[in-house]
């Protein structure tokens, strides 16, 4: 049997009025995934567990079977392992994004959290410039992707409390800067960054063509390495991982899968779809498992780009599942578990935990399932109503019940 898990970032939503109160996913065209809801077992997951904050971090190590309540220890590490950084027991690792602060009403506030989607290329000369003139001994900036970038205080102190920038478009900062341990630092380190970049002459290019400038960093999602317990000694089965965020890909070093790389990958909606697809039918060649992973529909929730939304799910579903379809009859059985890791909807422009629609298909035993892919498969009592998100990988894998489960 091979197995393939496929997660559209942030796909689930709320209605929409200028929807009629529908869904990006309920309007949106989505045949293959309607076609596996038809024959799969259908319904409801809590990826998120309670008392967390909803995010792709704590939603992926759930979906892979690791209870984040016993092994979470924050987002940036799991980055840092993506980057190749190998943290230290005293080491602290801070996400650092790039971002663009303007003043709305007279106040600084978060006007982009991406810094107008800046390219690699661009990021890394301004992520030159902060280490520097802010790095040293203690502390060490490494570029990442586009705006994802990573801060490593050596020796630095647990306990800040930070808040990711996302979750604060377009409103004042003052209230959301690091506070607790370390805070002046950091907030030192934040407003330092504004004046090494505001005249950056990559900020200045950018802003003569019309884009917005990535004036800022941003420090959140503080953590110390995480211990994981290897996925294959898990669960017995060789994997891998295909995804254009360093966050997914670090979760994936951790466990000891197969990272994938593919060619145009970015992360954003102009990302290399069938390049996933194809890569992840040659990896199952080899291997028994594989996580696809794509970031477009997450990234237009954020945006609030309501036709950008049902552009990158219908997308996802022509240019990913479809031909997954098409390909993957020609290794065999296998079974598809299909699920955002938590939703990002249009309006709030942010991570909700609400439970998410999931489906598993298994191509040796069709099932009478639901009409179609979409929110619907929240609504009522259902095979896959887990109690905790944890568990669905073990279900998946069709394992004794609790086995792997911990």
Request: proline share 7%; with cysteine; net charge negative.
């Amino acid at each position: 049997m091979k197995y393939i898990v496929l997660v559209p970032d942030g796909m689930s939503d709320l209605p929409v009025a200028e929807l009629g109160e529908r869904t990006p996913l309920e309007v949106a065209a989505t045949p293959a995934m309607d076609w596996l809801a038809r024959r799969g077992e259908c319904g409801r997951v809590q990826t998120v567990p309670p008392g967390f904050e909803p995010g792709s971090d704590v939603a992926a190590l759930s979906i892979l079977g690791y209870d984040p309540r016993t092994c979470y220890t924050g987002r940036s590490p799991l980055e840092a392992a993506s980057m190749g950084i190998e943290l230290g027991p005293d080491d602290v690792a801070f996400r650092c994004n790039l971002v663009t602060l303007a003043r709305r009403h007279g106040d600084l506030a978060m006007a982009d959290y991406s810094g107008g989607h800046i390219s690699s290329k661009e990021a890394a000369e301004l992520m030159k410039t902060v280490d520097e003139h802010l790095g040293g001994a203690e502390l060490a900036f490494y570029p990442g992707k586009m705006y994802r970038h990573l801060m490593v205080w050596h020796g630095g102190p647990e306990g800040c409390r930070t808040t990711p920038p996302h979750d604060i478009l377009d409103q004042p900062i003052a209230g959301y800067l690091p506070d607790g341990a370390g805070r002046d630092r950091l907030r030192h380190l934040i407003a330092r960054s504004a004046d090494l970049l505001s005249a950056h002459p990559v900020n200045a290019r950018r802003q003569a063509q019309g884009k917005a400038p990535a004036n800022s960093i941003w420090l959140w999602g503080e953590g110390k390495a995480p211990h994981l317990q290897p996925f294959a000694q898990k669960y017995g089965l060789r994997g891998g991982v295909i995804s254009a965020v360093d966050l997914v890909l670090g979760i994936g070093r951790h466990l000891g899968l197969r990272i994938i790389d593919v060619p145009g990958a970015t992360g954003f909606t102009d990302t290399n779809y069938e390049g996933k697809a194809e890569y992840a039918l040659k990896a199952l060649e080899e291997l028994d498992f594989v996580y696809v992973h794509v970031e477009a529909t997450d990234e237009a929730g954020h945006m609030g780009d309501l036709e950008g939304k049902i552009s990158a799910i219908e997308d996802f579903d022509r240019r990913v599942v479809q031909r997954l379809l098409e390909g993957l009859p020609r290794l065999g059985p296998h079974r598809i578990l299909l699920l955002p890791d938590h939703a990002t909807p249009v309006r709030l422009r942010t991570h909700c935990s609400d439970p998410v629609p999931a489906l598993i298909y298994t191509s040796t035993h069709e099932v009478a399932g639901m009409p179609a892919y979409d929110e619907h498969l929240l609504e009522g009592e259902c095979p896959l109503a887990m109690t905790a998100g944890h568990e669905l990988m073990a279900h998946f894998l069709r394992l004794p019940h609790g086995a792997g489960v911990r």
